[in-house]
């Protein structure tokens, strides 16, 4: 009889201790324990190339559905996300708004600065001219600089259509624009600015193939724009100046690649750098776009004019290099060693 009492009493211990422990576990909010689960991880989802932060994935009508990881689609390996974190569902989100940003639990700094926003939807144009039949006859969405006539020679074929076809170029390459669809264009001044390599172009069109196998779009609406950079780009900067009257040019992305530009010497080079060289000088940086104008001019120095990120919006700031703090002394290092890279190809 003691022995069933003990047995009774033993099963009444172990209920009552796993409906306290499911008590504890699920009276927490949902919300509350992705929290938890997301602060839990911080350091291992922070570590994995390409996420820029994590929050809670909610529907159309606000339910949770999850943890949400959000991630630079030019750095990130998707094979590498993980699929779920503590038991709750995982989605991989490479398109987002900055409110996205604002709600997120745990945050990347060194990336959070851009705005990804801007970027969502757009193709590189180095995926286009690598595999030109893989778009063929598709709808894309590109943002380059305005190159003219082939300018600075980044396409290297001759126009597909009419010999008035333009150009336009981002940090991974060129390709050349329908003539009879540039009218769609809004803002690109007769004869389509000419010499105006910095205008900034925002378009929509379809990917066309020329008879000679090479692409090229036929623009279905299109706007040049401001304040905001070519996909990817999360540096960009032109050094001009010295006694030897340099007019250099380099464009980072946020994976490494190095667009670099000698436009003196019409020369071009893209080459890569570590993840943690890029991720050094974009933090360096932060400290060159702190204010409008820095340092004093003086005969034959160097100017930089440097354009990035800060808090989702774009700044750019002039450096006279002479008499300038350390920290900005150690940051334009950093971007010279991009500028002697260059050169050497």
Known sequence: MNSKVFVAALLVVIVGIGFLTYINLFRKPLDTRIVEAILENENYLLSIEGVLGAGIERDENNYIKGVAIYIDKYVANISKMPSELNGFKVFIKDRFKVQDVKNMIIKNPAYLNVNYEVWCNTT??????????SYVDREVILLGYYRGWDLLGEVNYSPPVTRSDIVIADATGAIYINAHTVSNIEGLQSPYGVGDLETLIYLRGFVRISQAGKPYVDVIYGKTVNNTLPPGVVLHVFKQGGIAGFNLEVMMLSNGLVYFIDHKANSKARFKIALPEAKLILEQSASLLSQSEIGEIHPDCFIYTVTGWIDGELRT???????????????????????????SL
């Open 124 to 133: 590189l144009i180095g995926d286009i001219v690598e595999n030109p039949y």
């Open 317 to 343: 700031s002039k450096i006279f290099r002479g008499a300038v703090p350390g920290n900005i002394v150690n940051a334009l290092n950093l971007i010279d060693e991009l500028f002697r890279k260059g050169r």
